[in-house]
Every structure is written in structure tokens, then in C-alpha cells.
T-cell receptor, first 110, second 114 residues
Framework: KNEVEQSPQNLTAQEGEFITINCSYS?????LHWLQQHPGGGIVSLFM???GKKKHGRLIATINIQEKHSSLHITASHPRDSAVYIC????????????FGGGTRLMVKP | EAGVAQSPRYKIIEKRQSVAFWCNPI?????LYWYQQILGQGPKLLIQ????????DSQLPKDRFSAERLKGVDSTLKIQPAKLEDSAVYLC????????????FGPGTRLTVT
């Protein structure tokens, strides 16, 4: 079983819909990252969380340390949000090494 | 601030050939990472450098993969000889240091081995 699991693996939404992507992990962590990867490979860091909630524009990320769970929400989704969203955790005592989930492929249709 | 630079962006080679990738991290970033991302999977760490020293290369297939960061700035990753299963995107990332610092990723090099 992977230490970081994401769901769903694939998601198709209509423009304007509210989207939720989930990440569960089974190890102790010091931080959790949400990353966005567009076709072509480049990865952009969206959030780094260790507790609570962060918001940036239409993106909201939450984390529940006790439940070992995080969610990424996109409000008023747009076709340009189409990308792969990756959850990654920094395990305790692992320095700055990241353990990645398998990603959620999101397609937002106009 | 310039981001992490990688070249080439795309490479197609035949199996058993050699290939090298180059990465220039963000200026001042001491820590550099090479990841391998196979299609449909999350990135897998191959090697981590702190300045010019290797911190972790436990997942680097050392019989065919090598990496160096001689002057503690830019880095090269080499595959010799390549296998079909090496087809992937090779991502370079850098961070200020080894602690709780954010990693910044380059655009990646997409390798196809035929």
C-alpha cells in the first residue's frame, strides 16, 4: 500500500463546478504539499501545509493532522485548471525529501 | 527570480544509447533533487545533493545512472546504457536548504527510449 493515496485518480468537471481532490497518508509528517503539473511536465507548488487551511485565489487547501487527510478545493473551476494535481508529504525525520501520491488528473470542460 | 532550468526538454534515443540531462537550480539554492516520473505515476526521487555532496541516492540505479554536481551549482544526470523502462520525465528541483524549505521544480526533460 502506498504511503500517500489520492482520490479520485481522474476527474472530469464542467466549468464553474466546485472540485474536491483528496489525499490520505499513513505516515507521520511535518508538512504536506499540493502541486500542479500541466502537460509538458513542469510542476508548480500550490500550497505547503502543516495545519489548518490555506487559500490562494480560487484554491483552498485543508489538512487534518489527526485524521491524516488533506483536501484541495477549486471553486468556480475553469478549463485552465485542467492539470494533474499531486499531493506530496514530508515525512518526519526525512529531511526535505518528499513522498508523492500518484496524482489526480483533472479535466474541466467548457 | 529565474526558476530552475533544465535541458534538453525532449530527447529520443534508442535502447543501449547514452543520454545526459542538465539542471541549473535557482541561484543560492544549496539542495538539488533529481526525480524520475513515469507516465501516470508520481515523481520518484533518484538523488539529492546538498551543495556538491550526495545526501541520498538510495533509489538511483547505480549500474546505469550517475549524477554529479561538481561545483555545487548545476548538475548533470546520465544514463548509460538506456533501457526501454527509462522512458519518463526527469525532473530537477531545488530548495534553499535541507530543512523545511519549499522545493521549486524545473520544466522537466521528457525521455523516450525506443
Amino acid at each position: 500500500k502506498n504511503e500517500v493515496e489520492q482520490s479520485p485518480q481522474n476527474l472530469t468537471a464542467q466549468e464553474g463546478e466546485f472540485i474536491t481532490i483528496n489525499c490520505s497518508y499513513s505516515v507521520g509528517i511535518s508538512a504536506l504539499h499540493w502541486l500542479q503539473q500541466h502537460p509538458g511536465g513542469g510542476i508548480v507548488s500550490l500550497f505547503m501545509l502543516s495545519s489548518g487551511k490555506k487559500k490562494h485565489g480560487r484554491l483552498i487547501a485543508t489538512i487534518n493532522i489527526q485524521e491524516k487527510h488533506s483536501s484541495l478545493h477549486i471553486t468556480a473551476s475553469h478549463p485552465r485548471d485542467s492539470a494533474v494535481y499531486i499531493c506530496a508529504v514530508r515525512k518526519n525525520n526525512a529531511g526535505n525529501m518528499l513522498t508523492f501520491g500518484g496524482g489526480t488528473r483533472l479535466m474541466v470542460k467548457p | 527570480e529565474a526558476g530552475v532550468a533544465q535541458s534538453p526538454r525532449y530527447k529520443i534515443i534508442e535502447k543501449r544509447q547514452s543520454v545526459a540531462f542538465w539542471c541549473n537550480p535557482i541561484s543560492g539554492h544549496a539542495t538539488l533533487y533529481w526525480y524520475q516520473q513515469i507516465l501516470g505515476q508520481g515523481p520518484k526521487l533518484l538523488i539529492q545533493f546538498q551543495n556538491n555532496g550526495v545526501v541520498d541516492d538510495s533509489q538511483l540505479p547505480k549500474d546505469r545512472f550517475s549524477a554529479e554536481r561538481l561545483k555545487g551549482v548545476d548538475s548533470t544526470l546520465k544514463i548509460q546504457p538506456a533501457k526501454l523502462e527509462d522512458s519518463a520525465v526527469y525532473l530537477c528541483a531545488s530548495s534553499l536548504a535541507r530543512g523545511a524549505y519549499e522545493q521549486y521544480f524545473g520544466p522537466g526533460t521528457r525521455l523516450t527510449v525506443t
